[in-house]
């Protein structure tokens, strides 16, 4: 009984009427819908959540993948779920409804970075707004918004007008390889897509949303110096070694490229002396080295980020400039790997963010802008660059903490972008 009076306290919190200018009467339908069904939503998060789908968790993964099929299921979508043994993956779900109308991709993903043996595994609520929860709002939040959005929109027979294909990634936390097999199914949905929406929190703050990510790529620099006793360093026939000129390669990028606008890159780890060994897929590294002996070798990897493939491609190749201008006896190497490509600004994605503010602002839940890119990380809405358009991200489940332990959701978002997305969908079906 104590536990029934909690939830009911914890709805009426949250199910607070839509005020303002709702001027269709079928919107207001939808919302009434999305109020009434909200407790179903709720318990869908809290399942959803419970469920561990770290992205290595093959098994949870597909758990929640099935979870979310059987929803979709049930409002008439046709489903399937993608294998994902070619990137040695779990997988994806993806599901389709309709076939006439304007098309639209809606985006999740199924995976969180918290493994299977993590200590942060259940769903707690906190207080009246507050819930905290692995995943909860990266992203098990924004594929509950989807799944209720659409199912609302069913129940009152508003997709005849719409095509919907919905993809829920299994590996946006960690990326399975290659991306070419990887990306596939997102990537074919977009090329079909002329709009594409994003589930993700963003910067987790209700007022904003986003027009532009930036992209994410790994780099690796790979150093090589000439190995002697450390008293012979700085001769001629000698040189610096490998850590003064991996020092000397990080410190030009800082000077040369810090300034320039949205763009960023970060050394996230070194390995340096007479021995190393690196492990890429476990991300660690060992290194043996003697203060008395010049180190012969430094291993450095890294990751750079660009708001479009212009500056991408520029800064690429100041970097590569840098590295070439070797200190004496020295040399070096600097891989770009695959990654995120960058969602550039873009007028449709504007005109997106545009209704989605006037949809917002109709409902009552007020204005809505475009996040600064720096304010939100590369997701997989970027793969759609190029192939949608118009997209938009960040209409999830807000909150803070994400990627840790401290991840929480404010559940005063919840009904609020459940309520936006469906009639957002709604009336791009009747432009």
């Not at 407790?39 to 949870?60: C, D, H, R, W, Y």
């Not at 990266?138 to 129940?155: E, F, N, P, T």
């Not at 850590?243 to 780890?269: D, H, Q, S, Y």
Request: aromatic share 6%; proline share 3%; net charge neutral.
């Amino acid at each position: 009984m104590i536990k029934k009076i909690a939830l009911l306290t914890f709805l009426t919190f949250h199910m607070s009427s839509a005020v303002a200018a709702i001027n269709d009467p079928m919107e207001q339908r939808i919302v009434d819908h999305i109020d009434s069904a909200l407790p179903q939503s709720l318990l869908e998060l809290e399942q959803a959540v419970n469920i561990n789908s770290g992205t290595m968790n093959f098994k949870g993964v597909k758990q929640v993948g099935q979870f979310f099929r059987q929803h979709l299921d049930d409002i008439g979508f046709e489903t399937q779920w993608v294998d994902g043994a070619a990137f040695d993956r779990a997988g994806h779900l993806s599901a389709s409804y309709g076939t006439q109308g304007v098309k639209i991709l809606l985006i999740g993903h199924l995976d969180t970075v918290f493994t299977e043996t993590d200590e942060f595994q259940t769903f707690k609520r906190l207080d009246k707004r507050y819930v905290s929860g692995p995943g909860i709002t990266d992203m098990k939040g924004g594929d509950v918004i989807i799944v209720s959005a659409l199912r609302a929109l069913k129940a009152l027979d508003l997709l005849g007008n719409t095509q919907i294909k919905v993809i829920m990634t299994g590996d946006e936390e960690h990326s399975g390889a290659p991306l070419s097999q990887s990306k596939h199914a997102l990537i074919e949905a977009a090329k079909w897509a002329d709009i594409a929406l994003g589930f993700e929190d963003a910067d987790g703050n209700i007022k904003t949303a986003v027009t532009a990510r930036r992209g994410s790529v790994s780099w690796s620099l790979n150093v090589e110096g000439k190995p002697a006793h450390s008293s012979q360093i700085f001769k001629e026939d000698i040189g610096y070694g490998a850590i003064f000129e991996a020092a000397r390669i990080l410190n030009a990028f800082r000077v040369e490229l810090e300034k320039e606008e949205n763009l960023t890159f970060n050394p996230g780890m070194i390995i340096g002396g007479t021995k190393i060994s690196h492990k890429p897929s476990e991300s660690t590294g060992t290194a043996f080295g003697k203060t008395n002996v010049i180190p012969k070798t430094v291993k450095v990897a890294g990751d750079i980020r660009a708001l479009s493939q212009t500056q991408l491609t520029r800064a690429k190749k100041h970097m590569q400039k840098i590295v070439a201008s070797n200190l004496a006896h020295s040399s070096a190497t600097l891989t770009f790997n695959e990654g995120y490509p960058p969602l550039s600004p873009s007028q449709g994605n504007s005109e997106l963010l545009s209704l989605y503010n006037q949809v917002s602002q109709d409902l009552g839940f007020g204005e809505v802008t475009a996040v600064n890119p720096r304010n939100a990380g590369a997701a997989d809405i970027s793969f759609t660059a190029g192939h949608v358009e118009k997209a938009l991200d960040g209409l999830g489940l807000m909150g803070t903490g994400g990627h840790t332990r401290d991840e929480v959701a404010d559940m005063s978002s919840f009904s609020k972008n459940i309520k936006k997305s469906a009639v957002m969908i709604y009336r791009l079906s009747r432009q």
